[in-house]
């Protein structure tokens, strides 16, 4: 296989519904894997918060920007979030910036958004992240204690229909303990990693 080939293989995405704990995940395979990894930062046109920097945070960009890179095809994912107004997206450049580093790639985005990137990248892991149960969500969600009641049944309804999606992902974390599921992700782009090395 071509190293270019390879480098399009070390794509991680991460999806689950809201409640099953991608954030703290996300902080932890970044922490512990034994392997050269990075976030890759999304594109959005939402305008940024002041503790926000452009180029770490988010690349922030302007709705007719947004738009003209869409046009152009410069996303591998893009889409406008809970009826927001606000697009995000991830930028091809974005990805290519990161292998070209030799590093994986990791992505935490939604359902819609992996299924096209499986497009784009075939190779690519992809992981959802579930709670042992439904009920675990909506407990989670209401422990949190930041969203109002309108805000918790359309996330819970949101993640009815993600829920829905898990059998298109190569992989299905349960996340009921933190430390066994982080461990088994980790161990998942390992061993992806020694098949390349194997070739």
């Not at 991460?14 to 409640?19: A, D, F, M």
């Not at 809970?82 to 990161?98: A, N």
């Not at 990791?106 to 009920?135: Q, R, W």
């Amino acid at each position: 296989m071509k190293e270019t080939s390879l480098e399009a293989c070390r794509v991680a995405v991460l999806s689950g519904p809201s409640g099953s704990g991608k954030t703290t995940i996300v902080g932890r395979i970044l922490s512990d894997l034994q392997l050269p990894i990075e976030m890759a930062v999304s594109a959005t046109t939402r305008p940024p918060r002041d503790d926000e920097i452009h180029g770490k945070h988010y690349y922030f960009m302007s709705s007719d920007e947004f738009e003209e890179s869409r046009q152009a095809g410069e996303f591998v994912e893009c889409a406008e979030v809970h009826r927001s107004g606000y697009w995000y997206g991830t930028l091809k450049r974005e990805v290519d910036r990161i292998q070209g580093a030799g590093s994986w790639v990791l992505l935490e985005i939604d359902v819609e958004g992996a299924l096209n990137l499986m497009h784009i990248y075939p190779e690519a892991i992809s992981l959802f992240l579930k709670t042992p149960s439904v009920d675990e969500y909506e407990s989670r969600l209401r422990g949190r204690g930041t969203e109002s009641e309108e805000v918790i049944q359309r996330r819970l309804r949101t993640a009815e229909e993600e829920l829905k999606s898990a059998d298109k992902y190569r992989y299905q974390i349960i996340n009921d303990d933190l430390d066994r599921a982080v461990r088994e992700i980790c161990t998942i782009l390992e061993a992806r990693e020694g098949e390349f090395h194997a070739r």
